[in-house]
């Protein structure tokens, strides 16, 4: 996470998935705040912002990513024992906000993901796509496309569409927008909200560029899509928390150039459309559900918030829309070729 560059932002999350002192503590993940204490900084190099890390539970962490960060430290700030107004990170701690207060996650949780959906518009992760319009051999597959024996990677366009992507949460518009696919990279950059962590999506392989121009945009008639557990457990939070509330969520493979946005009928600039609902330009690929299709997904994927009971290889096919969704063990992420 932190090899690969990225910029950190208060209300952000980090998943670490083991106690944050090596104990047996709960305490097993991060969220991001500003310091109480320490103002911003004017430096010659610009403003530097001190974040206070806040480590929280697993299911305070699903909450964030549910509805939003900030909206979980506001809830932990009012519970002593959970960090209080200074966000104190008491590793000793045994129970959640949820099971100190459990009025907390209906009438402030539940009713938050309901109204405002979630703020998370990407994560990084274990993820990976096929085309199966055609045969994997194909040589105008954009995605195997080679120079010599160096597979393309994602263009700079493609890759700074992809940023903005990840860096919106909560649109101010009635309209999420996705960068379009042909604006040129701006000195600047625009922001919805404050800049999300996931900043740095650059491979850093060595492998050859393919010119933006020359990589077309294909629309496909069936894909298979595939996630490890973790990733595969944020799809209803995709569909339910952004989807549904008319936005966009995108996968950004940890280990290539992969990428995948889930969009609504009302996000604009997506080259997904309600007539081609699969369109791919390179490694990236686009889906559009519609409200209907979303709601038939998430009573199928019911299981996915059930980890505990879940078993893999799973899959999930719906024919009629030439979608395929499997969830694999991280295996066969971290060894593609076996």
Same mark, same amino acid.
């Given at each position: 996470l932190f090899l690969a560059e990225n910029t950190f932002c208060s209300g952000d999350h980090v998943s670490w998935h083991s106690p944050l002192d090596n104990s047996e503590s709960r305490i097993q993940h991060m969220l991001l705040t500003e310091d109480p204490q320490m103002q911003p900084v004017q430096t010659p190099f610009g403003i530097v912002t001190f974040l206070q890390i806040v480590g929280v539970c697993t299911e305070e962490l699903h909450a964030a990513q549910q509805w939003n960060g900030q909206g979980?430290?506001?809830?932990?700030?009012?519970?002593?024992?959970?960090?209080?107004?200074?966000? %104190?990170? +008491?590793?000793?701690?045994?129970?959640? %906000?949820?099971? %100190? +207060?459990?009025?907390?996650?209906?009438?402030?949780? +539940?009713?938050? %993901?309901?109204? +405002?959906?979630s703020n998370l518009s990407g994560v990084s992760a274990k993820c990976a796509w096929d085309d199966l319009s055609r045969p994997p051999e194909d040589d105008e597959d954009s995605r195997s496309i080679c120079i010599g024996t160096q597979p393309r990677r994602l263009s700079g366009k493609d890759t700074e569409q992809i940023r903005e992507t990840l860096r919106r949460g909560l649109e101010i518009n009635n309209k999420p927008v996705l960068p379009p696919i042909n604006t040129q990279r701006q000195n600047g950059l625009n922001h919805d909200r404050a800049p999300s962590r996931k900043d740095s999506l650059e491979s850093e392989s060595s492998a050859a560029i393919i010119p933006h121009e020359l990589i077309r945009t294909r629309q496909l008639e069936s894909v298979h899509l595939k996630f490890n557990q973790e990733s595969g457990a944020l799809i209803p939070l995709c569909l339910r928390g952004r989807l549904l509330h008319g936005r966009h969520f995108t996968y950004k493979s940890i280990t290539g150039d992969t990428a995948i946005t889930f969009v609504s009928t009302g996000v604009e600039g997506a080259f997904a459309t309600e007539e081609h609902p699969y369109a791919a330009h390179g490694p990236w690929l686009q889906i559009l559900l519609t409200e209907e299709f979303v709601e038939r997904m998430l009573e199928d994927l019911e299981d996915l918030n059930s980890p505990e009971e879940f078993k893999l290889p799973k899959e999930y096919s719906w024919p009629e829309k030439k979608l395929k969704v499997s969830i694999l063990p991280d295996a066969v992420f971290d060894n593609p070729l076996h």
């Open positions: 979980i430290l506001e809830l932990l700030r009012t519970v002593p024992v959970a960090g209080g107004p200074w966000l %104190i990170t +008491d590793m000793r701690r045994g129970e959640t %906000i949820f099971e %100190i +207060d459990p009025h907390l996650q209906q009438e402030r949780v +539940d009713k938050g %993901i309901e109204t +405002d959906g």
